[in-house]
């Protein structure tokens, strides 16, 4: 069974930083675009930012562009998102996906 | 920035067809995809390219798309269905992806 597992998520202070991490198994990550979606308690889905099979293109949503970045590692098959400047607002729930897989998520918590 | 525009609820008795729709301007040239959420579940992939249906999602699941609309049909929707649903999608470019806002789907 292909498996995504999120890690790396926590509190943290407004203007903090946080790297979350992607770990594939039984799936070959650097065949696929990889993204990150977010969603805020009680809210919606959220497209963050994406990345190329080999990492050479990188498209990010307008309210985290500058901020965050995405990165992958394929010998390692995991998947990356370098979080800055966090804000209240970016307080969600993190999932990595590609087409029908998602992880389970990873909590992001940004808070005084 | 791009938007893609779905009715915030959906409401069918059990057996009836449900269809949500979602608006987009770009629709007409990308591919829509179609997501349903249980609560407290990751999301699951019911429709891929407009009308396709990955493997082990209920043939009472179709896609559409007409213009600048695309549209998620239930056929003979059953209360397991019972879910938010959410279309996704690019901008015209074809680099920034976009989530509609979601459809809260009641089958009672």
């Known amino acids: 069974e292909v498996q995504l597992v999120e890690s790396g998520g926590g509190l943290v202070q407004p203007g903090g930083s946080l790297r979350l991490s992607c770990t594939a198994s039984?799936?070959?990550?650097?065949?696929?675009?990889m993204s990150w979606v977010r969603q805020a308690p009680g809210k919606g889905l959220e497209w963050v930012a994406n990345?190329?099979?080999?990492?050479?293109?990188?498209f990010y949503v307008d309210s985290v562009e500058g901020r965050f970045t995405i990165s992958r590692d394929n010998a390692r098959n995991s998947l990356y998102l370098q979080m800055n400047s966090l804000r209240v607002e970016d307080t969600a729930v993190y999932y990595c996906v590609t087409g029908s897989y998602w992880g389970q998520g990873t909590l992001v918590t940004v808070s005084s | 920035s791009y938007e893609l525009t779905q009715p915030p609820s959906v409401s069918v008795s059990p057996g009836q067809t449900a269809r949500i729709t979602c608006s987009g301007d770009?629709?007409?040239?990308?591919?829509a995809y179609w997501y349903q959420q249980k609560s407290g579940q990751a999301p699951v992939l019911v429709i891929y390219?407009?009308?396709e249906r990955p493997s082990g999602i209920p043939e009472r699941f179709s896609g559409s798309t007409s213009g600048t609309m695309a549209t998620l049909t239930i056929s003979g929707a059953q209360v397991e269905d019972e879910a938010d649903y959410y279309c996704?999608?690019?901008?015209?470019?074809?680099?920034?992806?976009?989530f509609g806002g979601g459809t809260k789907l009641t089958v009672l």
């Open positions: 990345i190329k099979e080999d990492g050479s293109e990188k």
């Open positions: 390219e407009d009308s």
């Open positions: 996704y999608s690019t901008d015209s470019g074809g680099d920034h992806w976009v």
């Open positions: 039984r799936f070959t990550l650097s065949s696929y675009w």
């Open positions: 770009a629709l007409p040239k990308k591919y």
